[in-house]
């Protein structure tokens, strides 16, 4: 094996150059977790994320103090965690604290030692913060947000209103699962009591009627997972998984009725997670019978994306992360980035002539998929479908919902595999409706041409339009570039002509 020097540069060839590492630390009432991401970007991508299951809400409403033993457990897994961060090379960490250390009385003495550990000043967020910060970690990870967000932890809930970018009413109440479970003896019917008295003072909710309603928080993604796995669900991403409301009021009703052990696929969730799920349950179904929301939505980007997404330039936050993304995968993966860019042209002049209608949204999920188009190109000619499939639907995206990611998916696996999906996983078949199917397939399409006649090289597409004229599709080969044609580009219009119902043809001059 040939010896290199093991710069930063050499060591990580698949890293992207966006400055050095920030990192996250949030000490949550029930959780302490920390996430390195590759850089500070619109669409920051993690390399390291682990958390501790500390505890540090479990007995603060009742006491008033923090746990030794879960202090201790929270001192331990703040000291590796400084560890961790000075392996990678973190530049500049930020290290929050919520509603547990907010809170109880020798939250003061907990945080000066942590400083100590991290050699980084822990922000305290109030109630208002933490609500606002959540909010934002929603607008910067789904697409045109319009709801009540809703950031359940093990000490607080946290609500606020978006429309957009633009945040109303934000308020906190401790109804967190540590601390319903303590402020109630473990009774879920006093929970119950305790969750239904106040939200029914919070006016705001009923604002939320016929919008979605954002899901963020661990227990709450716990109990997501759990949906997911009881119903079969075939796409495991959290980021934008969607409940109806009617679903979601039923399945809460089912997990606070029942002991959560004798749920089928409960070993998804973790061990420490289970005794708060009737909680989190409890709270839902109140906030569903308040707010009346459409659907329920699960954001996994919470304070911590909204925390990163504050500190961007007003320019970079309005930059479309879905987009960011998949150019960060076609210069990681592509023979040539520069093609994928020439093809979202490329597609916009060819859509255009169809006479296809495409919504905004659509648009942007097909830029996407073309820039994402050849990522997987190293694999088997006989693979690199499936392989690329698995990885647009698994991607750590933000800005874009579970139809959208099968949008994309199928329609670079089109273009590998071919116009007909005889093979298509039947998971793929259930996210996708009768217009994905058909949009991915003419998408793909077009791929499967552009593709043959510029070898992924750029330079060529611009010579070599392809559009509706006349009421045939036309792809023009012209000058040095007519030698491109052959049977093999002939049959591959052919195909995408009888798609979009028309007559193929290849203009040569």
């Known amino acids: 094996m040939p010896k290199r020097k093991a710069t930063a540069a050499a060591a990580a060839q698949g890293r992207l150059d966006n400055g050095p590492p920030v990192g996250v630390i949030d000490i949550g009432s029930n959780s302490i977790r920390l996430v390195v991401y590759e850089g500070l970007t619109r669409s920051p991508t993690p390399i390291f994320n682990e958390k501790v299951l500390a505890g540090l809400g479990r007995e603060v409403l009742s006491t008033g103090l923090l746990a030794a033993d879960a202090v201790e457990r929270a001192y331990q897994a703040l000291r590796r965690f400084r560890v961790l961060c000075d392996t990678m090379g973190v530049a500049r960490l930020w290290v929050i604290a919520t509603a547990a250390c907010r809170d109880a009385s020798n939250g003061p003495e907990f945080i000066r030692a942590a400083q100590t550990i991290c050699r980084a000043k822990v922000d305290v967020l109030s109630g208002k913060r933490e609500a606002t910060l959540a909010a934002l970690g929603v607008v910067s990870g789904i697409y045109q947000p319009d709801g009540i967000v809703g950031d359940l932890g093990g000490g607080s809930l946290e609500l606020v209103d978006v429309r957009g970018t633009r945040l109303k009413g934000g308020t906190t109440l401790p109804l967190g699962g540590l601390a319903l479970q303590d402020l109630s003896a473990r009774s879920l019917k006093k929970a119950e009591k305790i969750v239904d008295q106040a939200l029914r003072n919070v006016g705001f909710l009923k604002a939320g009627g016929g919008r979605?309603?954002?899901?963020?928080?661990?227990?709450?993604?716990?109990?997501?997972?759990?949906?997911?796995?009881?119903?079969?669900?075939?796409?495991?991403?959290?980021?934008?998984?969607?409940?109806?409301?009617?679903?979601?009021?039923?399945?809460?009703?089912?997990?606070?009725?029942?002991?959560?052990?004798?749920?089928?696929q409960i070993e998804?969730?973790?061990?420490?997670?289970?005794?708060?799920?009737?909680?989190?349950?409890?709270?839902?179904?109140?906030?569903?019978?308040?707010?009346?929301?459409?659907?329920?939505?699960?954001?996994?980007?919470?304070?911590?994306?909204?925390?990163?997404?504050?500190?961007?330039?007003?320019?970079?936050?309005?930059?479309?992360?879905?987009?960011?993304?998949?150019?960060?995968?076609?210069?990681?993966?592509?023979?040539?980035?520069?093609?994928?860019?020439?093809?979202?042209?490329?597609?916009?002049?060819f859509m255009a002539s169809t006479g296809i209608d495409e919504t905004a949204s659509e648009i942007r999920l097909r830029h996407a998929a073309c820039l994402l188009?050849?990522?997987?190109?190293?694999?088997?000619?006989?693979?690199?479908?499936?392989?690329?499939?698995?990885?647009?639907?698994?991607?750590?995206?933000?800005?874009?919902?579970?139809?959208?990611?099968?949008?994309?998916?199928?329609?670079?696996?089109?273009?590998?595999?071919?116009?007909?999906?005889?093979?298509?996983?039947?998971?793929?078949?259930?996210?996708?409706?009768?217009?994905?199917?058909?949009?991915?397939?003419?998408?793909?399409?077009?791929?499967?041409?552009?593709?043959?006649?510029?070898?992924?090289?750029?330079?060529?597409?611009?010579?070599?339009?392809?559009?509706?004229?006349?009421?045939?599709?036309?792809?023009?080969?012209?000058?040095?570039?007519?030698?491109?044609?052959?049977?093999?580009?002939?049959?591959?219009?052919?195909?995408?002509?009888?798609?979009?119902?028309?007559?193929?043809?290849?203009?040569?001059?």
């Open 268 to 349: 998804s969730v973790n061990e420490f997670r289970r005794p708060l799920l009737a909680y989190a349950a409890i709270v839902l179904e109140h906030i569903i019978r308040y707010a009346k929301p459409r659907e329920i939505v699960v954001s996994a980007a919470g304070v911590r994306e909204g925390l990163l997404y504050e500190v961007l330039s007003e320019r970079e936050r309005k930059r479309d992360p879905l987009l960011v993304a998949a150019m960060e995968l076609n210069v990681l993966r592509s023979r040539s980035p520069a093609h994928g860019i020439e093809l979202v042209d490329w597609t916009d002049r």
């Open 212 to 264: 979605a309603f954002y899901a963020v928080g661990g227990t709450w993604r716990a109990l997501t997972r759990l949906h997911m796995r009881q119903t079969g669900y075939p796409l495991h991403v959290m980021q934008n998984y969607v409940i109806p409301a009617r679903e979601a009021l039923e399945f809460a009703r089912l997990v606070r009725r029942v002991n959560a052990d004798t749920l089928s």
């Open 373 to 509: 188009g050849d990522i997987g190109w190293r694999a088997h000619p006989d693979y690199r479908g499936e392989q690329s499939l698995n990885v647009i639907s698994h991607a750590s995206f933000l800005g874009v919902d579970h139809p959208g990611r099968t949008y994309i998916a199928l329609a670079v696996y089109f273009r590998h595999v071919g116009l007909y999906d005889g093979e298509l996983l039947p998971g793929m078949r259930e996210l996708a409706t009768a217009r994905i199917i058909d949009r991915a397939r003419v998408l793909g399409g077009a791929m499967r041409v552009a593709y043959l006649i510029s070898a992924a090289r750029p330079g060529v597409l611009p010579s070599v339009p392809m559009m509706v004229r006349r009421g045939q599709l036309e792809l023009s080969l012209g000058g040095d570039l007519a030698a491109l044609g052959g049977e093999r580009v002939a049959n591959r219009l052919r195909q995408l002509a009888r798609l979009i119902g028309r007559e193929a043809v290849v203009v040569t001059s």
